[in-house]
Nanobody, 114 residues
Framework: VQLQASGGGLVQAGGSLRLSCAAS????????MAWYHQGTRKTRDLVAA???????TYIDSVKGRFEISRDNAKNTMTLQMNSLKLEDTGVYYC?????????WGQGTLVTVSS
């Protein structure tokens, strides 16, 4: 499986961005896709995840601002980010996990300016 993330960019605080992740290759029908954020602390932290049956989870700091979704027919996942804050700045990585395998995309940079 390969992942291609896109959609990052520069946005002012309070603005919106939409990230996309396209998966290709041999994709198991049961899987979890997720977005991770790597900010100034350099740790890669989970932001939101969505299972292949559509169940979504979010960290508290993005609840009500971000929305994760997926299209299983197209093997794509998106993260709609609204009301962006300075602390949302960083590299966002998409991931795919199935059975014992986790695959990472290359990351896309989001910069939120004041």
């Amino acid at each position: 499986v390969q992942l291609q993330a896109s959609g990052g960019g520069l946005v002012q605080a309070g603005g919106s961005l939409r990230l996309s992740c396209a998966a290709s290759g041999s994709i198991y029908s049961v899987n979890v896709m997720a977005w991770y954020h790597q900010g100034t602390r350099k740790t890669r932290d989970l932001v939101a995840a969505i299972s292949s049956d559509g169940r979504a989870t979010y960290i508290d700091s993005v609840k009500g601002r971000f929305e994760i979704s997926r299209d299983n027919a197209k093997n794509t996942m998106t993260l709609q980010m609204n009301s962006l804050k300075l602390e949302d700045t960083g590299v966002y990585y998409c991931s795919y996990a199935a059975r014992t395998t986790t695959i990472w995309g290359q990351g896309t940079l989001v910069t939120v300016s004041s």
